[in-house]
Each structure stands twice: as structure tokens, then as C-alpha cells.
């Protein structure tokens, strides 16, 4: 168990008004114990009280649960993991429920409890993850050096002009798997011509021809921690419109980088990218937030959008994605991992965003 | 809407006294809509009451619900979806809530409709799905087929001996690519030497030296189907034992498989398959159900297993999968998918089962 972090839990417990929390998300779990566990429909819980008192509830069938140095429960398969939950649980005040643990275990739990006063719990565990600590800093750091690395790789292999999409799509994990990076963030996005322009294209059998756009967008997860980065570039001599777009889309980028501080609010760094598009004349199609937390999942709290008046504090790693999207023309995004730092901000990725063209 | 598979889904409603039922899986969205959404951390939700009203409630950003010819009701990020549910439900009688539903959605149900009373409801979509109309039985045949084929493949690869575990792991999806088969039901299962003594080993790095046990289990998602097959092999001459136990494991299978006609019990099939293990004197050695419901998923309702009275009917299918694991040694086991019949049982794949050895 790491203490600090489960104090850091236990006092926004505290705050957030919940005597008991049941944690069932894995990657949650892994925040506190360092260990990953993927049980699949059975029941895996950890329940934390205010007192301090923390015990992990898994199935026999995971004995890597057996070298934790936190008490740890276990059941078989014949017995009824909610009833043991239910025997060691207080019910002196409010119990918070993570947000995704499945409806059945819930029902089960009220049935059995049916006094029991619940809220959604989450954030008691997503608010600590959003500060990351220095152990974290060090991992978040080296997964975005990573990732700078694979990017060159792709780079050429886009120079090369082999791949379809999708053939591209599937290599990318194989060129993480060389840097000891053994998981993708998510399905990297690969897309050619107009399918630059819809940002959740499915990469497909789509080969380049050329002259057009080209977009990668992409992350991998060392050491429990992940990267995320967005490239734009170019096939051939690129068009006017595309420099002219690929210029302001820079330039939100570096205007939403340039705003990020203590102190300040999240939607002041959404606004910051978002006003250069605007005043530009392409508000409309910069269709989407300007990024997200990220760490031990790619997509963590808080969202960086106009409507998130949280206030950044040193610790804090987002996303920074303007983008542009034209459709049935073109689209461009450039996205970079940021730290919030006491003097400002740290870029955790370094490739280069000055347009490329192959 | 698939109007017959709806009156079912309501009936069985009627059955278990739900008035109302939230249906959240899109798996099971998927069997009574035919089209599949991957929404993400977003509500989804196909609404059914008794009296045949259903509306499916889903985000703007699928904009593929635009063509069923169904009650869709889009909401945008910045629109409740909780509160439009509430708002379209009768709370004249008990909810079934879907078993995976995130339980903040619930939790915020439940705070807006305090009076509501709630079960778990995935049992009115489940049960209808266990048993396969005509067009469902059309797909289970044709993705058993491709199985097959795949299946020959794999052996024609494991006889090259070119490729470590992992290796060969990774290949096997593309194999099934060649078939139009564009997703695994699972991550395949490979496995050399004393790793076939782990039933849910991890595939890695190991390359096949022989002599020595190699097992492969896998299976392919074609038109929305799952297959699902395991097969025994042997690398070099066969050791006595090894022989020895892989007869008791192919006479289990196929006693497992006498089993299986209408009337008789889910728990027949497991002891039918069981008992040969048993007698041979490997009983301890068997350490899992025998099998499991199969269709749109993998793993359907219900379990093969000693624990189930379910009474097996015409258009169930399932998997016969005994097998014997010896520590540190070898394991076999050797699995098919069934489908009940009026007359019994007819086998979906027919990939060889006498003993290979390359």
C-alpha cells in the first residue's frame, strides 16, 4: 500500500463526506497498491474507511494478491464476495461507490443494506491521481521520451509510403514493443487525405497517393503510465490553405502551452487554444475540448474544456489538441503532453511540431 | 427492431415482474437492434416497457442510430441522459437494470426516482439469447467453419516450428482476417510444453523445442458470431502418459457431447463429461466448468457446470471443453461448440480430434 497516497484518498473522503469507499476500478486499485489485477466478471473490491482501515477483496484465482503487504481477502468461486463485503462494512455515515463498479454488485450490496446511504465515490481517488507525485512526474516523463522516439520511426515508415493505414496501425505496437513498452494508450489513429478531417476515423485499407494530409495520433503505457501525441503532415507540396491551417493550429497549440500555470483555471487553457482558431475564422470546426488528464489511463480527470473551472496545480498532466477540421478536405491536430510545474509548465514530449512534408 | 426477439425479451419480462427494463450492453443492444455502439464512458441505453414501448437513448456523436427503424432519442454533452431516461420511464412496477450498468448512472437514477424499485434485469435479454432463432444458428455454423479452417493454418504453423508462443499469438488474428473474420472472440490462447498445464496461461517469448505439449485455444467473431475451439497437440513422439491422458480427455469430450439433448440438465453434460475424468483417476486434475453458453459473446449464459438445472432446449449452444492439467508437466483439453437440436446435437466445428503430433 502506498500511505501517502492512500492519505491523500482518505482526506478527500473526508471532504467529499464518505465514511467508507468501495474502489473497484482496476487502474484505481493500481494506483495504491502498485499491482494490476484483471478480474474479468468476478467481483474485485477495495475498501477503504477513514479510520485507515483498508482491506483488498479478490478471487483465489489471483494469487499475485498474495505478496501485497495490505490484508487481503479471499474467496472462491462458491462463495458470495458481496456478503463478505457487506460483513465488513460500518455503515456509520456515507459509502462512496466507484463509478464504474457493475449494477449487479450494487443491487446486491443494497439488498443486503438497505439502510445504506451511497454516493458516487470516484473522485475521492481520481482527484489524488490528477496531482502526480514525483515517482509518477519521473514515469510520465520517460513514457512522452518514448514516444518521441516512435514517432521518428513512424515518420519513416510514412516516408516510405508502404503502409495502408491500417497496416501502419498494427506496427505501432510493435515499434513501442522495442522501447520496453509492452501496451498501447488506445488503438493508435492513423489516417490519410480527407479521413484527416473526422477525428475518430477508423484506420482502414487505405493506401496514400498523395499530395495530402496525413495524421498520427498516438501513446503507449511504460511502466503503468501513459503517452499520448498528435502529428500532422504532409504528402507532397502542401497546398496554401493547409500551411495557412497547420500554422493556426500551431499556434492554439503553443497559445493553450503558453497559458498553463498554477493558478490559473483549465477552461483559461481551453480558451487560450480556442481563441486563436476563433479569431482566425475556424471556431466552427474545432469541434472538440482541448484535451484531458492523463497518467495511469490515457483519459483520467479533469477534462480541459470551457466548462472545468478547476484550478491547475503543480502535478497536474493534460493534453493540449487543438484542431481544425475540414470536411471532405483535411484535418490537423497537434497535441502535447504538458506538466503543470511551480514556474509554469514542463512539455513532456519534444518531436518537433514545424510541418513536415514527405 | 427485431419485433420476435422484443416480444421475447418481454415476455420473460412478464416473467420476472419487471415493468420496465434499462438495457445498457451493447452486446445486447446489438441482438435486438443489429447494430453495434461502442459508446464509451457516454449513456447508451435501449429503454423497454411491457405494454412494447422501447426507445433507445444514445449521444449525438452515433450518428449511425439515424437509420434504425426504431424511437432514437439523441442527446447532446451538454444534456442530462439520466434525466431524459427518468423522465421516459413509468415506475409503475419494478426496473431491470442492465448487470454492467456503471453504477453512477444508477446512482444518480435512484437519486432523481427515490421511490424506484430496482433488480437486475440482464436475465430478460440473456435468456432469450441462449436460445438461437434460425438466422443466429445460420452464423454459430459459419463461424465454427471458419474455426476450422483457421484451425489448419495454426497446426500447418506449429509444424514449421518457426514461431514462439507470442509469435504465433499474434498471427492467428490475421489468419481469420483472411475470412472475413475482423475480431477474435478472445485473445488466443498458445501455449508450449509445461505452460499447457496453465489454463489461463499467458502466452510468451517461449519457442517449442519438443518433445512436448502445445494446446491452442481460439476462436473468431464473424457477422456478429463467436466460434470458440481447442485442440491438443504434441511435438515429437508422444510420451504413454501423454497418450493415456489425452484418451481420457477425448472420451470425456465426447461423453459430454452423448450428453446433450433436449430435456435433460445443463449439470448432466458437466457430469456425463466429468465422470470419465473421474473414473480414469484424474478427477482433481479438471479444475474448471466444462463449458459455457456462446454466441454474440464468447462467454453467454448460462454455465456448464455442476451448479446449473437449466433444461437444455433446441437452439442452445454451448462449449464441451474437459481437460486434465498436470502441474509442471502437461495439460490437454479438447473443446467443441454444440447446438441442441430436437433430435440432440450436432457439433458446430469438425477440426480432427485423434492425436497430432508433428
New interface residues.
Given amino acids: 500500500m502506498n500511505q501517502q497516497r492512500l492519505n491523500r484518498v482518505i482526506d478527500k473522503m473526508k471532504m467529499e463526506g464518505f465514511e467508507e469507499l468501495i474502489i473497484s476500478a482496476p487502474n484505481a486499485i493500481y494506483y495504491l497498491l502498485d499491482e494490476m489485477f484483471s478480474p474479468g466478471e468476478r467481483l474485485l473490491t477495495l475498501y477503504v474507511n477513514t479510520s485507515g482501515v483498508h482491506k483488498l477483496l479478490i478471487n483465489a484465482l489471483f494469487p499475485n494478491a498474495k505478496g501485497l503487504d495490505t490484508e487481503v481477502i479471499f474467496y472462491n468461486d462458491k462463495e458470495d464476495p458481496v456478503q463478505i463485503l457487506s460483513d465488513m462494512m460500518t455503515l456509520k455515515g456515507k459509502v462512496g461507490?466507484?463509478?464504474?463498479?457493475?449494477?449487479?454488485?450494487?443491487?446486491?450490496l443494497m439488498e443486503k443494506q438497505n439502510q445504506m446511504k451511497?454516493?458516487?465515490g470516484?473522485i475521492c481517488v481520481d482527484y489524488p491521481r490528477m496531482l502526480k507525485d514525483a515517482d509518477e512526474i519521473k514515469k510520465m516523463r520517460h513514457a512522452s521520451q518514448i514516444n518521441d522516439t516512435v514517432m521518428s520511426h513512424v515518420a519513416e515508415l510514412l516516408g516510405d509510403n508502404q503502409l495502408s493505414e491500417k497496416e501502419l496501425q498494427k506496427k505501432i505496437p510493435e515499434l513501442f514493443e522495442q522501447y520496453e513498452t509492452f501496451e498501447v494508450s488506445f488503438t493508435p489513429s492513423v489516417s490519410y487525405g480527407d479521413h484527416t478531417a473526422i477525428p475518430h476515423h477508423e484506420s482502414d485499407q487505405t493506401k496514400s497517393v498523395g499530395p495530402e494530409a496525413l495524421l498520427i495520433d498516438m501513446g503507449g503505457r511504460t511502466n503503468g503510465y501513459c503517452s499520448d501525441m498528435t502529428r500532422s503532415f504532409y504528402r507532397g507540396e502542401p497546398s496554401e490553405k493547409y500551411r495557412e491551417v497547420y500554422n493556426i493550429v500551431l499556434k492554439a497549440n503553443l497559445a493553450g502551452i503558453a497559458a498553463v500555470k498554477p493558478g490559473v483555471s483549465v477552461k483559461t487553457v481551453d480558451a487560450a487554444a480556442r481563441k486563436v482558431i476563433e479569431e482566425a475564422g475556424y471556431g466552427d470546426y474545432f469541434t472538440h475540448r482541448t484535451g484531458h488528464g492523463i497518467g495511469i489511463e490515457v483519459h483520467e480527470f479533469p477534462d480541459v474544456s470551457s466548462a472545468s473551472e478547476m484550478i491547475l496545480e503543480p502535478g497536474m498532466t493534460f493534453s493540449v489538441e487543438p484542431g481544425i477540421y475540414l470536411p471532405d478536405e483535411f484535418g490537423v491536430r497537434i497535441e502535447d503532453i504538458v506538466l503543470v510545474t511551480e514556474a509554469g509548465c514542463e512539455v513532456l514530449n519534444q518531436y518537433p511540431k514545424e510541418l513536415k512534408s514527405f
Fill in positions: 461507490i466507484d463509478k464504474e463498479w457493475p449494477s449487479h454488485f450494487l443491487i446486491r451511497i454516493g458516487v470516484s
